[in-house]
Nanobody, 115 residues
C-alpha cells in the first residue's frame, strides 16, 4: 500500500512560520518528485512547490522567497518550510508524489494564517 501523510499544519499569525511534513511509505521514495499543492475554498488547486529526485526545486511566484522545500530520503519525508506567512496562504495543503505514470496523494493538512 502507498501512503502519504501530511502533518504540521495549524493556526499561525501573519508573519509567522510553519513546517509541513510529508511522510511516504510504499514507494521507492528517492526516485519520486514530490509536489506540494494547496486549495482554498472557492479557488483552484495551486501548485506551491516541487522537489525532484535530483533535489532541484521550483516554487510558485506567490511563495518565492518565503517557502523552501527539502527532502530527507533516509526518512522518506519531504518538508515545506513556510516563512513570512500571509492570510492568503490559508488553504488545505496536499502532498503529491509522482514518478512516470504513478501519482499519489495525501489527505492534506490545514494551514490557517490569521490574527
Amino acid at each position: 500500500q502507498v501512503q502519504l501523510v501530511e502533518s504540521g499544519g495549524g493556526l499561525v499569525q501573519p508573519g509567522g512560520s510553519l513546517r509541513l511534513s510529508c511522510a511516504a511509505s510504499g514507494i521507492t521514495f528517492r526516485i519520486y518528485a514530490i509536489n506540494w499543492y494547496r486549495q482554498a475554498p472557492g479557488k483552484q488547486r495551486e501548485l506551491v512547490a516541487t522537489i525532484g529526485g535530483n533535489d532541484m526545486t521550483t516554487f510558485a511566484d506567490s511563495v518565492k522567497g518565503r517557502f523552501t522545500i527539502s527532502r530527507d530520503n533516509a526518512k522518506n519525508t519531504v518538508y515545506l518550510q513556510m516563512n513570512s506567512l500571509k492570510p492568503e496562504d490559508t488553504a488545505l495543503y496536499y502532498c503529491n508524489a509522482r514518478f512516470m505514470i504513478n501519482s499519489y496523494w495525501g489527505q492534506g493538512t490545514q494551514v490557517t494564517v490569521s490574527s
